[in-house]
């Protein structure tokens, strides 16, 4: 699988229209969104000590090359059910599984914001890593990016 750091699209459009001042220095930049999930994955277990059976928590409604890249790397992952507006199904939610020091993806899919309050303070309360998946939303511009890399 590739994963390495290339020039994405939106800073083709920054290159192409932008100016200088617009580059975050903190921000890694990749050429498929599977690179940079990988990435943040290793990055999150690296960083806190955690062992390779870390359990990623993902929606039920997810690109199969996610899980193809789960496979690849063997990364145990667990599905949770999405309502039909695809947010969390938190009735529906997997809590038969370890929660503390797991990680738990959550997709905007098609560039709505799907982390809500509820999301954050559940990983916050279970001691879980949220990673949040931008894939869908280049040109979503709803989140301040200096909140993000923070």
Same mark, same amino acid.
């Given at each position: 699988?590739?994963?390495?750091?290339?020039?994405?699209?939106?800073?083709?459009?920054?290159?192409?229209?932008?100016?200088?001042?617009?580059?975050h220095?903190?921000?890694k930049?990749?050429?498929y969104?599977?690179? @940079? *999930?990988?990435?943040? +994955?290793?990055? !999150?277990?690296?960083?806190? %000590?955690?062992?390779?059976?870390?359990?990623?928590? =993902?929606?039920?409604?997810?690109?199969?090359?996610?899980?193809?890249?789960?496979?690849?790397?063997?990364?145990?992952?667990?599905?949770?059910?999405?309502?039909?507006?695809?947010?969390?199904?938190?009735?529906?939610?997997?809590?038969?599984? @370890? *929660?503390?020091?797991? +990680?738990?993806? !959550?997709?905007?899919?098609? %560039?709505?914001?799907?982390?809500?309050?509820?999301? =954050?303070?559940?990983?916050?309360?279970?001691?879980?890593?949220?990673?949040?998946?931008?894939?869908?939303?280049?040109?979503?511009?709803?989140?301040?990016?200096?909140?993000?890399?923070?």
């Amino acid at each position: 699988m590739h994963i390495s750091p290339t020039l994405n699209p939106i800073d083709f459009i920054k290159a192409v229209f932008g100016s200088s001042k617009e580059y975050h220095y903190k921000l890694k930049q990749f050429s498929y969104a599977r690179g @940079a *999930l990988i990435v943040a +994955i290793n990055s !999150i277990k690296s960083a806190h %000590g955690l062992n390779q059976n870390t359990t990623v928590f =993902v929606p039920a409604f997810i690109c199969d090359t996610v899980i193809d890249l789960f496979k690849a790397y063997d990364i145990p992952y667990v599905y949770y059910h999405v309502t039909k507006d695809l947010k969390v199904d938190w009735k529906r939610f997997p809590l038969d599984y @370890a *929660l503390t020091d797991s +990680i738990f993806l !959550i997709v905007n899919y098609y %560039g709505f914001p799907m982390c809500d309050n509820q999301t =954050v303070e559940f990983t916050k309360e279970n001691k879980m890593f949220l990673i949040e998946d931008y894939a869908h939303s280049i040109l979503n511009v709803n989140k301040n990016i200096e909140d993000i890399i923070k």
